[in-house]
């Protein structure tokens, strides 16, 4: 569709306010005033490229994924991976509850193992004392839930005590939240453990905060060109098998999953470092870092995916409900709670995994992707117009997608008109 229509379209599925489908444009988007109000030193705004990913079938419903990112392909590649796992039934995800962990570092413990019994016998009166740090929270259900305590014996700063507060962050990321609970422990832990307490801060590793998506994609749905259903599958699962087993393929295979995620965090205003920060720590979990997501033969022979990572994203609170752009992209995505925010994007990064090992076993990962890389070099080149796409399809043609060329077929076009 041309540009216009795609956000009439937009905007028509999402039911959008007039002012809502300008911030799409940038018009009514974040100004220079409100985004002085949200960090330090501003001078200045930086924008980038908001797409939208279909065919998405996430838990029986239709959805539309808004994806903040620069990289050609991507938005493509989730939305044609979508479209195989539609085949299927679509993405089935579930998340657990949102709890965050807050820790608190307690140094200068004399008995570090009679200090952490002694903290555990106080467990309700210090989770009734977090509680008391946000009453709000509580009452919209969420809170202290446990807390953990263990002894780091050997550190470079000698031995220390690690206590886990369990915090219900409800709709929020969390991290405010926590970090208040923890400082408001800090000082009953002291007197309890007569220790110091030094870091009082969330951890990203939110491996009790968990988002898990599986897909179904039929064989025959996989059939492309000259490659056979068959021949697509097995090599999709050898490609992720060399992830399993590999760091230097889990990197990249990872950031492939990481491409369909970190795009709808940042649309929605959420903290994409908190979320990758986390998601590779949780490959590294059992002492090797791995693939995150896993693919095999289901018993009908159909290709199964599942992926399973840590998600502390919100709905609620800030940058999220400060950036125009990020309340209607939460809009068209039609996320309601933070679980179900959560459910979608690890759908998609299912779907962009996907993509990437299909395009891998066949094809190779250059060939659609130069192709539209193609266009971000002809208007680097210069072109402008119809100008764009006369350069792509030379470029392309040739099997040359370089600056220089593009600069040189761009001359060549425009001598000709001379």
């Given at each position: 569709?041309?540009?216009?229509?795609?956000?009439?379209r937009i905007?028509?599925?999402?039911?959008?306010?007039?002012?809502e489908?300008?911030?799409l444009?940038?018009?009514?988007?974040?100004?220079?005033?409100?985004?002085?109000q949200?960090?330090?030193?501003v001078?200045?705004?930086?924008?980038?490229?908001?797409?939208?990913?279909?065919?998405?079938?996430?838990?029986?419903?239709?959805v539309?994924?808004?994806?903040?990112?620069?990289?050609?392909?991507?938005?493509?590649?989730?939305?044609?991976?979508?479209?195989?796992?539609?085949?299927?039934?679509?993405?089935?995800?579930?998340?657990?509850?949102?709890?965050?962990?807050?820790?608190?570092?307690?140094?200068?413990?004399?008995?570090?193992?009679s200090?952490r019994?002694?903290?555990?016998?106080?467990?309700?009166?210090l989770?009734?004392?977090?509680?008391?740090?946000?009453?709000?929270?509580?009452?919209?259900?969420?809170?202290?839930?446990?807390?953990?305590?263990?002894?780091?014996?050997?550190?470079?700063?000698?031995?220390?005590?690690?206590?886990?507060?369990?915090f219900?962050c409800?709709?929020?990321?969390?991290?405010?939240?926590?970090?208040?609970?923890?400082?408001?422990?800090?000082?009953?832990?002291?007197?309890?453990t007569?220790?110091?307490?030094?870091?009082?801060?969330?951890?990203?590793?939110?491996?009790?905060?968990?988002?898990?998506?599986?897909?179904?994609?039929?064989?025959?749905?996989?059939?492309?060109?000259d490659f056979a259903?068959e021949?697509?599958?097995?090599?999709?699962?050898?490609a992720?098998?060399?992830?399993?087993?590999?760091?230097?393929?889990?990197?990249?295979?990872?950031?492939?999953?990481?491409?369909?995620?970190?795009?709808?965090?940042?649309?929605?205003?959420?903290?994409?470092?908190?979320?990758?920060?986390?998601?590779?720590?949780?490959?590294?979990?059992?002492?090797?870092y791995?693939?995150?997501?896993?693919?095999a033969?289901?018993?009908?022979?159909n290709?199964?995916g599942?992926?399973?990572?840590?998600?502390?994203v919100?709905?609620?609170?800030?940058?999220?409900?400060?950036?125009?752009?990020?309340?209607?992209?939460?809009k068209i995505?039609?996320?309601?709670t933070?679980?179900?925010?959560?459910?979608?994007?690890?759908?998609?990064?299912?779907?962009?995994?996907?993509?990437?090992?299909?395009?891998?076993?066949?094809?190779?990962?250059q060939?659609?992707?130069?192709?539209?890389?193609?266009?971000?070099?002809?208007?680097?080149?210069?072109?402008?117009?119809?100008?764009?796409?006369?350069?792509?399809?030379?470029?392309v043609?040739e099997?040359?997608?370089?600056?220089?060329?593009?600069?040189?077929?761009?001359?060549?076009?425009?001598?000709?008109?001379?």
């Open positions: 569709m041309p540009l216009e229509e795609r956000v009439g905007a028509a599925w999402a039911e959008l306010a007039e002012d489908a300008k911030a444009g940038g018009a009514m988007g974040l100004s220079l005033t409100r985004a002085d949200m960090i330090e030193n001078v200045g705004l930086y924008s980038l490229p908001l797409g939208i990913a279909v065919n998405f079938v996430v838990n029986g419903r239709d539309l994924a808004p994806m903040v990112v620069e990289e050609p392909s991507v938005v493509a590649g989730a939305s044609f991976a979508a479209k195989l796992a539609r085949a299927g039934g679509g993405f089935r995800a579930t998340a657990t509850a949102p709890e965050m962990i807050g820790q608190l570092q307690v140094l200068d413990v004399t008995d570090p193992w200090a019994l002694d903290l555990l016998a106080t467990r309700d009166e989770l009734s004392l977090a509680n008391e740090s946000d009453p709000v929270i509580v009452e919209l259900g969420g809170g202290a839930r446990d807390l953990e305590a263990r002894v780091i014996e050997y550190t470079p700063a000698g031995p220390m005590l690690v206590v886990h507060l369990i219900d409800r709709d929020a990321m969390g991290a405010n939240a926590v970090n208040t609970a923890c400082e408001s422990l800090a000082p009953r832990i002291e007197q309890i007569g220790g110091r307490v030094l870091l009082r801060i969330l951890s990203n590793l939110a491996d009790r905060r968990l988002a898990r998506a599986r897909c179904t994609v039929p064989v025959e749905a996989l059939a492309y060109g259903g021949q697509v599958a097995q090599g999709i699962i050898e992720y098998a060399l992830a399993a087993a590999d760091p230097y393929r889990a990197a990249t295979h990872n950031k492939g999953i990481m491409n369909g995620v970190d795009p709808i965090v940042i649309a929605t205003g959420n903290d994409w470092r908190a979320v990758e920060a986390g998601a590779h720590a949780y490959a590294a979990r059992s002492g090797r791995t693939s995150l997501s896993t693919w033969r289901d018993a009908e022979g290709l199964a599942t992926l399973e990572m840590p998600l502390a919100g709905t609620v609170g800030g940058a999220t409900r400060v950036h125009p752009t990020a309340q209607v992209a939460l995505l039609g996320a309601r933070a679980r179900e925010l959560a459910e979608t994007i690890v759908s998609v990064g299912l779907a962009q995994n996907l993509a990437a090992l299909r395009a891998l076993a066949t094809e190779g990962i060939r659609g992707h130069m192709r539209l890389h193609a266009r971000q070099v002809a208007v680097a080149a210069g072109a402008a117009g119809d100008e764009v796409t006369q350069v792509v399809e030379r470029m043609a099997g040359r997608v370089r600056p220089d060329r593009a600069e040189t077929i761009l001359a060549e076009m425009r001598n000709e008109q001379l």
